[in-house]
């Protein structure tokens, strides 16, 4: 749950990021922008996974339906999300206690998975318990220095009894974890860094750019609509188009992309399965009528 502001704190801070925002450079990433926004903007990309597809998570990682299903229910089971099923196998999933949508929560561990080195084979390999370690030593690392260092006996004491493990447990993670990080030990404390030519590269696709293609993608599926990377990418791009106008009019990110959708599902309705093409500019036209509609009300 989001926290709650007053209206004064709230105006205080629009106002401040409305200044950083003017302040910026034009090679700022585009999703850094839309980040300071509105808050419900950064809610919304952060917490909410739209479409997950059980066939599409299976063949991402291997794993076979069974799996999918066990592992659904018991991230459920944990508290660690909440879902809504939209078909027999496609479900909208809310990641709890993800929110950084409050002024300084982007500098309180948030770790940021646009980046290639979790699509590599040495990445894919490591335990449960040494992703674990892995990403709590990427959030302490990233910050600031790009470092950090810890006496040795704390460091085995906090993280034996957070992983249920022995010290020499811990030694093999640490040591598994040396193709990500730079591990040194001196006068009884790890210094820790990570590698910048393994975490340096990010994906070829921009994070805002991906997450709406996917968007797109999940309501040419629920739509049965077939499509070429062009019409898809074309058709994601209209969320940047509109976005700045309808926040300035009050609406939201999720408004617009709920508009998409509509549009999406208008322009194939009626048509044969086989005959349902994406053509983005005819959902550009019905998404248009779409927002002005509440205008013309």
């Avoid at 393994?198 to 994070?207: L, T």
Wanted: a positive charge; aromatic letters at 12%; hydrophobic letters at 35%.
């Amino acid at each position: 749950m989001a926290r709650e502001f007053t209206d004064e704190q709230k105006k205080a801070w629009k106002e401040q990021m409305k200044e950083r925002e003017d302040q910026a450079k034009e090679q700022i990433h585009d999703l850094a922008r839309s980040f300071r926004d509105t808050p419900e903007q950064i809610q919304e990309f952060l917490t909410f996974v739209y479409g997950v597809h059980n066939q599409a998570v299976c063949k991402a990682t291997g794993m076979c339906k069974q799996s999918f299903y066990s592992t659904l229910y018991s991230l459920r089971d944990k508290g660690i999300i909440s879902y809504k099923k939209n078909t027999e196998i496609d479900y909208d999933v809310v990641i709890t206690n993800n929110d950084f949508s409050y002024p300084g929560a982007f500098h309180e561990g948030y770790v940021s998975l646009h980046r290639q080195v979790f699509h590599r084979k040495s990445f894919k390999k490591l335990k449960a318990n040494e992703k674990y370690l892995f990403f709590e030593l990427m959030k302490r690392t990233r910050k600031d220095t790009g470092s950090f260092r810890v006496g040795t006996q704390k460091f085995y004491e906090v993280f034996t009894k957070l992983l249920h493990v022995t010290k020499r447990v811990i030694r093999c993670y640490l040591h598994s974890l040396r193709r990500f990080f730079s591990v040194g030990i001196k006068d009884g404390l790890y210094y820790i860094t990570f590698l910048h030519s393994v975490f340096a590269q990010e994906e070829e696709k921009g994070e805002e750019t991906q997450e709406y293609e996917y968007f797109t993608e999940v309501q040419c599926r629920r739509n049965q609509i077939h499509y070429d990377q062009t019409e898809l990418s074309e058709t994601a791009i209209l969320i940047k188009q509109y976005r700045k106008m309808v926040i300035e009019t009050g609406g939201t990110l999720v408004e617009l992309k709920e508009l998409l959708a509509r549009a999406m599902e208008k322009s194939v309705r009626g048509l044969q399965r086989k005959d349902r093409m994406l053509q983005h500019r005819y959902v550009h036209m019905l998404l248009k009528n779409l927002i002005m509609e509440p205008t013309e009300a």
